[in-house]
């Protein structure tokens, strides 16, 4: 899994583990500015992909849509960038309402995974 989300603790810090690091597991606390969508070659975001980085080395990790091995924690990490940030799609702002935003992630999330992996409320 690598660099997760263990914690959503307010709007400006989530507390993060890297698990496999080299060494041993450690964690902090993050901005959640700094995750950042994957780039496309042309230089866009891809809203299916976040990148997040480890605050203690640097190593990042990047998770899809559908939450890989912790869907939970992934799908809720899309869901509160979408709804602090909009969507680099461009179907969803950030002045949206925040319903909206996880109606456009659990669409993303069925498209990407199918239908069944959506594991959210």
């Given at each position: 899994?690598?660099?997760?989300?263990?914690?959503?603790?307010s709007?400006?810090?989530?507390?993060?583990?890297?698990?496999?690091?080299?060494?041993?597991?450690?964690?902090?606390?993050?901005?959640?500015?700094?995750?950042?969508?994957?780039?496309?070659?042309?230089?866009?975001?891809?809203?299916?992909?976040?990148?997040?980085?480890?605050?203690?080395?640097?190593?990042?990790?990047?998770?899809?849509?559908?939450?890989?091995?912790?869907?939970?924690?992934?799908?809720?990490?899309?869901?509160?960038?979408?709804?602090?940030?909009?969507?680099?799609?461009?179907?969803?702002?950030?002045?949206?309402?925040?319903?909206?935003?996880?109606?456009?992630v659990?669409?993303?999330?069925?498209?990407?995974?199918?239908?069944?992996?959506?594991?959210?409320?």
């Open positions: 899994m690598s660099v997760y989300v263990a914690a959503f603790t709007p400006s810090s989530w507390e993060v583990i890297h698990d496999d690091a080299p060494g041993g597991g450690h964690g902090g606390t993050i901005d959640p500015t700094t995750v950042k969508h994957v780039q496309n070659p042309d230089q866009t975001e891809n809203h299916n992909f976040l990148v997040i980085a480890c605050p203690v080395c640097d190593s990042t990790s990047t998770h899809p849509v559908g939450g890989g091995a912790q869907p939970a924690s992934v799908q809720q990490m899309f869901v509160n960038k979408v709804d602090a940030n909009g969507c680099p799609c461009g179907q969803v702002l950030s002045a949206d309402p925040t319903a909206l935003g996880e109606s456009h659990h669409l993303q999330c069925a498209r990407m995974d199918g239908s069944g992996r959506w594991v959210l409320g």
